[in-house]
């Protein structure tokens, strides 16, 4: 046996392999530390968006949901509680404290009745480019715009864009806009998360130009993309990515970049999640919220 300052060097060996083992113990509880209360939340309650809905749709996709790399079908917990529109999610997750929704950032962050949280360590809100749960919100249209249509547009692009960097990201620079004041009317139809950006945006532009009435109903994504393809209304709003066949059939453009925010009840002690754990709550693989850990 070989000593080492009257140590051998099997105790050497051993004495460092107890540390090792220790501090190794020791990460682990550090990185598995309880959330102090969750316990007392009991089971979690899901709440999701039906399923045409372009939030729904983008979540899925971006927190490991989507069935077979399927764009139609996801693996949403079938006992999920389903809202028809992000102040659905506000409402039912605010008077729950067991609770948890996502929705758009732009709608989510202002309200005080629900807790916005962290997701791997970035805020929804902060215009941060690792936020992992963002997505382009889009304006479709079939065909050639009329003059009002497509100086509304125009209007989107520049001047309005100081209207979405308010609440959400812009995707041109902000320039000056001056109305040739052409008259017409502007059906639009479609996603809840970008309705009340559009309203705003519409509104704005009625102002310099009095000749334009448009009028903004919200469905969802789905509705509005085929509600424009039939030609029932004359413009779409969707929160998802197109598909295929939509984009052969139809025109498009960007018109802000939006985060879907994930939120749980204003009392819930919890502060961040990660995507892996969001994956696991809206598949059912995790159930309870004394499951979460920090």
Same mark, same amino acid.
């Given at each position: 046996?070989?000593? %080492?300052?009257?140590?051998?060097?099997?105790?050497? +060996?051993?004495?460092?392999?107890?540390?090792?083992?220790?501090?190794?113990?020791?990460?682990?509880?550090?990185?598995?530390?309880?959330?102090?209360?969750?316990?007392?939340?009991?089971?979690?309650?899901?709440?999701?968006?039906?399923?045409?809905?372009?939030?729904?749709?983008? +979540?899925?996709?971006?927190?490991?949901?989507? *069935?077979?790399?399927?764009?139609?079908?996801?693996?949403?917990?079938?006992?999920?509680?389903?809202?028809?529109?992000?102040?659905?999610?506000?409402?039912?997750?605010?008077?729950?404290?067991?609770? %948890?929704?996502?929705?758009?950032?732009?709608?989510?962050?202002?309200?005080?009745?629900?807790?916005?949280?962290?997701?791997?360590?970035?805020?929804?809100?902060?215009?941060?480019?690792?936020?992992?749960?963002?997505?382009? +919100?889009?304006?479709?249209?079939?065909?050639?715009?009329?003059?009002?249509?497509?100086? +509304?547009?125009?209007?989107?692009?520049?001047?309005?864009?100081?209207?979405?960097?308010?609440?959400?990201?812009?995707?041109?620079?902000?320039?000056?806009?001056?109305?040739?004041?052409?008259?017409?009317?502007?059906?639009?139809?479609?996603?809840?998360?970008?309705?009340?950006?559009?309203?705003?945006?519409?509104?704005?532009?009625?102002?310099?130009?009095?000749?334009?009435?448009?009028?903004?109903?919200?469905?969802?994504?789905?509705?509005? %993309?085929?509600?424009?393809?039939?030609?029932?209304?004359?413009?779409?709003?969707?929160?998802?990515?197109?598909?295929?066949?939509?984009?052969?059939?139809?025109?498009?453009?960007?018109?802000?970049?939006?985060?879907?925010?994930?939120?749980?009840?204003?009392?819930?002690?919890?502060?961040?999640?990660?995507?892996?754990?969001? *994956?696991?709550?809206?598949?059912?693989?995790?159930?309870?919220?004394?499951?979460?850990?920090r």
């Amino acid at each position: 046996m070989i000593n %080492i300052k009257g140590k051998s060097l099997l105790a050497v +060996f051993i004495a460092g392999m107890v540390v090792t083992s220790l501090a190794g113990c020791g990460n682990t509880k550090k990185a598995q530390e309880k959330v102090k209360g969750l316990d007392k939340l009991g089971a979690i309650h899901v709440i999701s968006r039906e399923e045409d809905s372009g939030t729904r749709n983008t +979540f899925a996709e971006l927190a490991g949901l989507k *069935e077979n790399n399927s764009r139609n079908q996801d693996n949403t917990l079938e006992g999920a509680e389903i809202a028809e529109d992000a102040y659905s999610v506000l409402n039912k997750v605010g008077g729950d404290p067991s609770a %948890i929704g996502y929705g758009s950032a732009g709608v989510m962050v202002s309200d005080s009745q629900v807790k916005v949280l962290f997701v791997e360590g970035t805020a929804a809100g902060k215009k941060d480019a690792r936020y992992p749960l963002s997505r382009s +919100f889009y304006l479709v249209w079939n065909g050639k715009l009329n003059s009002v249509e497509e100086e +509304f547009l125009r209007y989107i692009r520049s001047a309005g864009q100081e209207i979405v960097g308010q609440s959400y990201v812009t995707v041109s620079k902000q320039n000056s806009f001056l109305s040739l004041k052409p008259k017409g009317k502007i059906t639009i139809t479609g996603s809840t998360s970008v309705g009340p950006l559009l309203e705003c945006l519409a509104e704005e532009y009625m102002k310099q130009n009095p000749r334009a009435s448009i009028k903004v109903t919200q469905t969802d994504s789905g509705n509005g %993309i085929n509600q424009t393809i039939q030609g029932k209304c004359d413009m779409g709003m969707s929160s998802r990515e197109l598909r295929d066949p939509e984009i052969e059939l139809l025109n498009y453009e960007v018109i802000a970049r939006d985060e879907i925010a994930v939120i749980v009840n204003a009392d819930n002690p919890l502060n961040d999640i990660t995507m892996d754990q969001l *994956e696991a709550i809206y598949t059912g693989k995790t159930t309870e919220w004394k499951a979460i850990y920090r």
